[in-house]
């Protein structure tokens, strides 16, 4: 049997949003440790990996590894008539043929329960490869939300180009072209990380571990672009994707992006220290080269 309860139905109704742009149905993996999700879009060029990790609910409960195929479409639908505030609760018994989803108000004087049934997706096994990430930039997610609706205004591709003055966004098309730099306020790379670790474990070291962690997630949203790489490195990527995965800007005031020459580059957004939502997309190859 599965079970897994969050305490506001909006966490749901968010992810299942980012990740239905992508792709219609999806198998998600459960275990006694989490849920997960991974999936890839029809012209197998993007990549979706969403984990929530046991303690990201209310309670939950899972006594052996399961799959169960859902259509997100229709998740969607039943998610909107539940309201943002409500608890909820999905359900599968073994053997069943549906997965229940129960949700209840804050006052628990008003319960509704709705039946979605499950369907058999097959799904070509995905193992994401380990990559070398040579260049990293971590930015607001309004901004890069924000940056993705601009360059949509002047054509179909986006170039991003990484230096250490910063990250820079282009697009060009028929009415013209533009850009957007943002300057980096922190930038580092592996032979700096390697000095600036010991100050940063000092710190550490005169207080307690967690709140030193806390502090330092307090302190985050303030940082403004922060760029770590090797060397300097442009790539071009299809704007619908990244428009898609904009949608991520709702889970997080966060997001990082991670780049390697003719690799995917994957764009991360955490999920409040229980999870995160990944997308991966191969580079555009240009046609001359």
């Known amino acids: 049997m599965l079970e897994a309860q969050v305490q506001s139905a909006s966490l749901w109704k968010r992810l299942v949003d980012c990740i239905n742009g992508l792709v ?16 890839m879009d029809t012209s197998h060029v993007a990549l979706v990996h969403m984990l929530l990790r ?15 195929g859902l259509n997100l479409v229709s998740l969607s639908k039943i998610l909107k008539v539940v309201e ?13 043929d549906v997965v229940v989803l129960t949700s209840e108000n804050g006052e628990k004087n008003r319960k509704g329960e709705y039946q979605l049934k499950l369907l058999e997706i097959e799904a070509e096994s995905m193992g994401i490869p380990e990559m070398d990430y040579r260049s990293t930039v971590t930015l607001s997610s309004a901004d890069f939300a924000k940056i993705v609706r601009d360059m949509s205004v002047f054509g179909d591709t986006v170039t991003i180009a990484i230096s250490k003055e910063g990250v820079k ?6 009415i013209g072209q533009g850009y957007t730099f943002l300057q980096a306020s922190g930038v580092s790379d592996r032979s700096v990380k390697s000095e600036v670790k010991p100050e940063v474990k000092a710190e550490h070291d005169d207080d307690d571990g967690e709140p030193a962690a806390r502090r330092l997630k307090t302190e985050q949203p303030s940082i403004g672009v922060e760029v770590s790489m090797e060397e300097p490195i442009t790539l071009s990527f299809a704007l619908r994707f990244m428009s898609i995965f904009a949608k991520g800007s709702t889970l997080s005031d966060r997001v990082t992006l991670k780049f390697a020459k003719d690799s995917p580059c994957m764009v991360e957004f955490g999920i409040d220290n229980v999870g995160y939502l990944r997308y991966y997309l191969a580079p555009k190859v240009d046609d001359a080269e």
């Open 54 to 68: 046991d303690d990201c609910f209310v309670k939950y409960q899972c006594e052996r590894n399961s799959i169960l």
């Open 169 to 174: 966004f282009s697009s060009a098309g028929d």
């Open 84 to 96: 943002n505030t409500d608890g909820l609760t999905l359900r599968h018994d073994e053997d069943s």
């Open 24 to 39: 219609n149905e999806a198998n998600f993996d459960c275990n006694p440790s989490g849920l997960s999700i991974q999936a």
